[in-house]
């Protein structure tokens, strides 16, 4: 067997373990329940069948695809206002602190988040913010602030302080120079940073189970584990919702993906 | 490079002069720059020259208002600008990474400047003097590309069609060719040369290359160890150094420095070297240093006054030769015609030429005791070093 058929081999064995799953969910989730667990397994839908997707919207799961809709975007949001600002001062500004504030962003990223669960959930319940509409983009902004300060910083550090300051000289403030110059120079690292901050909220399912309970907040993967009862699974709605809920990062991805690789790269490697 | 014969696209100059006072940057002990004074009209150019390290970038960001003065003030166009920030000060500048934003085209990059909201340039404005700027900068292809995809020397351009887009009290230029290789520096210093007398603006210039400074200033502000040696027109810095240090720095290679005892009758001597020097000199009589530059020495007979030592090497350049004499320990560099006839391990004799070329410094000071009649000196330095006797 030459090199090249044995690479190419070993690609579509990768590329069927990554997209095998993705297909059979999608087959399944359009299969009428009957040919689901029939034997031998079909690989295709025969008639295909809306059913299932018909079942997740009178369950009510719209709202669940909402709720994890909105938690991740004000994620991002938040995480990249904050994390950015943060990252552009310890970036540009030296004081006393700065030094050992970013080894405490890199430090706190070596924590495991779950070994934060149970305090956090004592702590939240002390406060009062256990299971509100704010309980969960408040302790995802807190998870992936720390990845998003040194991203952005690294990105911040390459990028020529020459350019804001020739920006100032050419007429604008600093806050009219960061608009027009560093945030589009750090346009690679603020969407990667911005897709870490979107997968991690958008994929949770412990924190969302554990910090809230009220059907009104729950979120799409908590939501699914319903179809999953005691005595079977539901594979025909379960697979369906899998499906929705792969769209979102799937086009992200798509969309974005050459920033994607640059943006981690970029945060990676200096200069 | 493309000639625009109407001007009328830029309106009445606007260059204003600049007046620093007492100067002063410190970096926590270190000071940068130390009490500097000095005076720049409208419309001159003058050049900040000094090596690495001099203080002479940290003024200009100061002047821009890039950098935080410790201590003194800086006036533009008769302003108090010390609190100023950058962006009200009316002033242009050209990095020396000419800080392009990458994200910008070249049109955008020149009109940059002209649509900052303080400007509040019209578009047709924007339009008219983009396409003027770049049409004498040569520029007018190149106007969809990004800074990306051009060359050293186009960049270059871009960074001071950007810089002349509009009417600046003053133009600040922080060794904008020192990226570049030699043949395009040259050619973008005639250039630099041709936009000052075109625009008559007030431009600070930046940089180590002494050439540049000789070229293109009206006054050359000699700066070592954040302390002005000398500020004088080109010339004047060259012909009459006021210490050791500008009569070392000027010139390729520097003026030769000898340490000796300066006699009665003007007479210099030590070992190897017995050299008349010229006039007007204060009749002192005791340690001194001899200057004299290479190309003021020749090679001589034997028995002539002069410097005796041991050719170390010939370096020819083409047009003239370098002859490395070693005397007492010491090299001495003349220029000479390109056959000289004289090999390493040879002893010979250089003559001066002239001995009003000569010049004596202070042993201990490194000041200049040889006094030299007055050059004009337009904008001159308050605290100018020269020594009177």
């Excluded at chain 1, 994929?203 to 993967?221: E, G, K, V, W």
């Excluded at chain 2, 007018?140 to 810089?163: C, F, K, M, T």
Aim: with cysteine; proline share 6%; charged share 20%.
């Amino acid at each position: 067997m030459t090199r090249r058929t044995l690479f190419t081999t070993l690609l579509g064995l990768v590329l069927a373990l990554v997209v095998g799953p993705l297909v059979w969910s999608l087959a399944t989730s359009l299969k009428p329940s009957g040919q689901i667990l029939s034997a031998p397994p079909a690989l295709l839908p025969d008639p295909a069948t809306l059913d299932h997707y018909a079942r997740l919207g009178r369950e009510g799961v719209g709202r669940n695809l909402l709720n994890s809709v909105v938690n991740s975007l004000a994620t991002v949001l938040l995480a990249l206002v904050g994390g950015a600002a943060a990252g552009y001062a310890m970036s540009r500004f030296r004081f006393r602190g700065s030094r050992f504030l970013l080894v405490f962003f890199i430090a706190a990223m070596t924590i495991p988040a779950y070994s934060l669960l149970l305090p956090t959930q004592l702590l939240f319940d002390r406060i009062g913010l256990l299971d509100s509409a704010v309980t969960l983009p408040l302790l995802y902004v807190a998870h992936v602030i720390p990845m998003v300060v040194w991203v952005t910083k690294t990105q911040f550090d390459a990028l020529p302080i020459e350019l804001e300051q020739a920006a100032t000289v050419d007429g604008y403030s600093r806050w009219e120079a960061a608009r027009k110059i560093v945030i589009p120079g750090a346009k690679p690292a603020l969407i990667a940073a911005g897709a870490y901050a979107f997968l991690v909220a958008w994929n949770d399912y412990i924190t969302a189970a554990t910090m809230t309970s009220s059907p009104a907040l729950r979120t799409m993967p908590v939501a699914l584990t319903f179809f999953q009862g005691f005595h079977g699974r539901e594979w025909g709605p379960l697979m369906a919702g899998v499906v929705i809920a792969t769209i979102p990062p799937v086009v992200l991805f798509i969309v974005f993906r050459r920033y994607l690789v640059g943006g981690f790269l970029s945060g990676a490697i200096k200069g | 490079m493309m000639t625009v014969t109407d001007r009328s696209a830029y309106p009445t100059n606007r260059a204003a002069g600049i007046k620093l006072s007492k100067l002063t940057k410190k970096f926590g002990d270190v000071v940068a720059v130390d009490a500097l004074d000095l005076r720049i009209e409208a419309g001159q150019f003058v050049t900040l020259l000094g090596p690495s390290g001099c203080g002479k970038s940290t003024s200009l960001h100061m002047i821009a208002g890039l950098e935080r003065a410790t201590s003194g003030t800086i006036e533009i166009g008769g302003r108090l600008v010390s609190e100023v920030p950058p962006q009200d000060r009316d002033i242009a500048m050209v990095f020396q990474s000419y800080a392009l934003y990458p994200h910008y085209t070249v049109w955008e990059n020149i009109a940059f400047p002209l649509r900052a909201k303080r400007r509040r340039t019209s578009k047709a404005e924007v339009e008219e003097r983009v396409r003027y700027a770049s049409s004498v900068l040569g520029l007018d292809g190149l106007l969809d590309r990004y800074p990306r995809e051009l060359s050293g020397g186009q960049r270059q351009r871009v960074a001071l069609g950007r810089a002349t887009v509009r009417q600046p009290a003053a133009f600040l230029l922080d060794e904008p060719l020192s990226n570049l290789d030699v043949q395009l520096r040259l050619e973008m210093r005639s250039e630099l040369k041709d936009l000052h007398e075109r625009l008559a603006a007030t431009m600070v210039y930046v940089t180590h290359d002494q050439a540049e400074a000789m070229v293109l200033s009206d006054l050359v502000v000699v700066m070592n160890g954040g302390v002005v040696q000398q500020a004088g027109t080109p010339l004047d810095c060259y012909n009459n150094p006021a210490n050791t240090f500008v009569a070392g720095f000027l010139g390729e290679p520097g003026m030769n420095l000898l340490p000796g005892r300066l006699e009665r009758e003007r007479l210099f001597v030590a070992d190897g070297v017995r050299v008349r020097v010229g006039e007007p000199l204060p009749s002192v009589v005791g340690r001194a240093v001899l200057g004299v530059r290479p190309e003021n020495l020749a090679l001589g007979a034997a028995g002539d006054d002069g410097i005796t030592g041991t050719v170390r090497s010939v370096e020819l350049l083409g047009s003239r030769s370098l002859l490395k004499v070693v005397v007492d320990g010491q090299t001495v560099t003349a220029s000479v015609p390109p056959v000289v006839g004289v090999g390493p391990g040879e002893e010979v004799t250089l003559r001066v030429t002239d001995s009003a070329h000569t010049r004596v410094f202070d042993a201990d000071t490194g000041s200049s005791l040889t006094v030299s009649p007055p050059a004009p000196l337009p904008g001159r330095h308050d605290t100018l070093h020269r020594v009177t006797p």
